[in-house]
């Protein structure tokens, strides 16, 4: 099982807090610590990342599986209603309507998408089966420009290919149609999907690519290595995960996420599912969490299906909650282990533009002044994160808030604003990323996670309304 470095438990972080004076401690009562997670999505934004579900449009008239994705999951990938079978049935006639309702149902729940899969040699329509050469390369980009323009500013990040590798100890491409119309298909189909949808993460989607020394891994590793010094536009790598006792959780699993990190991509798990029960299964589950935890790159984790009676391998009980619902070892290890903490995500993802509202209140006139106030987010060995909230005092057009860090104190990372920084680099002046306009009495926040280097005082915060 992985054992990451600069991974800090709870127990780890009680102890380090076990010297401090008694003065600190009243204030550490008056702020209550960051409750741990309750639910995957909660435990897994404590550190800036999603906790994802498959849904199947099939399952969606079920009370029992919505509320638990309501509830569990803040990341939706259509298992399989956004493929290209499902979404162009005749050439050149696309069908959304089943990933529409994946879709819809994501955002009217305040979730974010992953799309699955633009470009792959399964799951093809009849017709293009029969494709060839130039023929079925260009229907094939246009496979991609279309359904990725049809999403567009509707997705996350985009599977654009899905499985090119081939198993085994070759460390080549899979043999397709596609890859039968040249090499750089791949290239092709990721240069389509960013014109068609600039702002969605362009992912490479594989499985058996997860162990460090596999040929099929180090094939993969290779070509976004070669995509990345090219300009190929390539943002993340997603690792399948689908796991069982002839394919198990491999022991280098964080040094295969860090590598492909250290490239300049996210990683992300995307399918994950492993075979078993009780204890073991629970375990393996919690050293896949704990080594994208140690990654910082490492986006965030989804789950191929809600409970194991929804999986695609049912007979193997491979997901976190059994055919009633139930909670199962394996969920409880899952949590824990996000709860536990790790590092922070530099880039969290934004959170899911909710449907625009139908009442449209005023915009703020101006003239009030705001309140800017700190409070305490997670907390690790070397780290911790802060929230400033600000609350206007009568209508606000706009504000600028600063936040004073005490040297040898450095931001890191920030959330949900628009930073810049003095000289000194201890300065950051935050301002809105969009309109800063708030009504009287309303509130915004932002956050961001300071490296402490040994002190942990709090940052001092001001606000200025315009
Ligand atoms: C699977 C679905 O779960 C099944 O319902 C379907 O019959 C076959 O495909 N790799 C992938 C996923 O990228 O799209 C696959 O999903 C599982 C393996």
Known sequence: MTTPRHTYGRGRLAAAFGGLAAATLAVAIAVPAAAAGSTLQAAASESGRYFGTAIAASRLGDGTYTSIANREFNMITAENEMKMDATEPSRGQFSYSSGDRIVNWARQNGKQVRGHALAWHS?????????SGTDLRNAMLNHVTQVASYYKGKIYAWDVVNEAFADGSSGGRRDSNLQRTGN????????????????????YNDYNTDNWSHAKTQGVYTMVRDFKSRGVPIDCVGFQAHFNSGNPVPSNYHTTLQNFADLGVDVQITELDIEGSGSSQAQQYQGVVQACLAVARCTGITVWGVRDSDSWRASGTPLLFDGSGNKK??????????N???????NPNPTTPVPTPTTTTPPPTGGGSCTATYSEGQKWGDRF????TIRANGNISGWT???????????????????????SGNVMTMRPS??????????????FTVQHNGTWTWPSVTCAAS
């Open 123 to 131: 799951q093809q329509p009849g017709w293009m089966q029969n494709l």
């Open 184 to 203: 750089d298909w791949i290239e092709a189909a990721f240069r389509a999907a960013r014109a068609a949808d600039p702002n969605a993460k362009l992912c």
């Open 329 to 338: 070892a394996a969920y409880t290890s899952v949590l824990n282990q996000l």
């Open 340 to 346: 536990a903490g790790g590092t922070t995500n530099p």
């Open 385 to 388: 994160n802060g929230t400033v």
């Open 401 to 423: 808030s600063t936040v004073t860090v005490r040297s040898p104190q450095k931001i890191i990372a920030t959330w949900s604003g628009s930073p810049s920084w003095d000289s």
């Open 434 to 447: 969009g309109s800063g306009a708030l009504s009287s009495g309303q509130t915004t926040s932002f956050g």
